[in-house]
């Protein structure tokens, strides 16, 4: 059976490299066999989906074929989890001469703090922001030209008294003497198998490597504080309903200096009364008389932007579909546009007066 990548790393099929990526390292942080949420098993399958989702060609493969198509996916030519932890160290392939490509993913951000390698920027590694997730409702009409949107968040920001150094204005603020402004601390533990040494961000100054001689008065030395902030949100033309706009660092602020999260802006599109959406068409109904039908002649139809002027040729039948070019919705970030179909449906009269059916009647 097929197996469902996206659903493996719960991310959706439209999801972009960024939140695949992100998607992983989250998983990665929980799986990792080594911890006590740790799943051998699980890692393996986040891997071999990551495998496959995070190389967009691989991908664009996965889409079309499945699981089924030519690849080698997570710890497959007989790479297993020693072989793993020696190239995440730097270490090369395996025993096989197997390798895992992580498409740029820095494995040192992920599992520094576990074995004592990598570790984020400058080899330290502090907690990030935690993301933020908002649902925005437009109209069908909003989505041809685009529209900004500016929305107040509730949310955790960097304390404006000290500026999210952490330290009361004024004051110095030094090399963390726990790690000597390495942002990181390691030990070494003898054991019967030799010398074990592992590397942990320091407690002292949460990775940081600098402790403020007098902590800030308003956020006792975290960084940051609560507080109601206005974002700007830019919805491009051409977006489609359920699309997910990544707003970098505009998350939560991470205390101690870390980095912030981000803001996810999901959209919805609401639906519209007399336009339907298929992709880049739209597609609306339109009733004329039978006499208009028959006789043909020209009615103004409403399209999302203006009126234009429609010709009905003689002897039109119902559910006749006529196309407006280049009436449709843009293309998201591109320069074209489809098309709208204006479906023509004929209204027949409920009561006629004597003169109307004579007449229908001697045309019969």
Known sequence: MSKDYYKILNVEKG????????????????????????????????????????KPEKRKQYDQFGSSFDQMGGFGGGMNWSDFMSQARGGGGGANGAKFDFGGLDLGDIFGDMFGFGGGRNGRSRGGGEDIQVDFEIGLKDVINGIKKEVELYKTVKCEHCHGNMAEPGTPINACSTCNGQGR???????????FQSSSTCTDCHGSGKKAETPCSKCS??????????????????????STLRLTGKGNAAPFGGEAGDLYVRVRIRSDKVFQ????????????SF?????????DVGTLESEVSLKIPAGTQPGTKFRLKGKGMPQLHGSTRGDMYVVIEVAVPKKLSRKQRKLLEDFE
């Open 221 to 242: 030395g975290q960084g940051v504080t609560k507080k109601k902030e206005k974002i700007n949100i830019e919805i491009p033309a051409g977006i489609e309903d359920g």
């Open 291 to 299: 006499v208009e039908a028959a006789l043909g002649g020209e009615i």
């Open 15 to 54: 999801a972009d490299q960024d939140e695949i990526k992100r998607a992983f390292r989250k998983l990665a942080h929980k799986y990792h066999p080594d911890k006590e949420t740790g799943d051998e098993a699980k890692f393996k399958e986040i891997n071999e989906a990551y495998q496959v989702l995070g």
């Open 277 to 288: 959406r298929h992709g880049k068409d739209i597609y609306m109904q339109n009733n004329i």
């Open 185 to 195: 601390v390691t030990r070494v533990q003898q054991t019967m198998l030799g010398a």
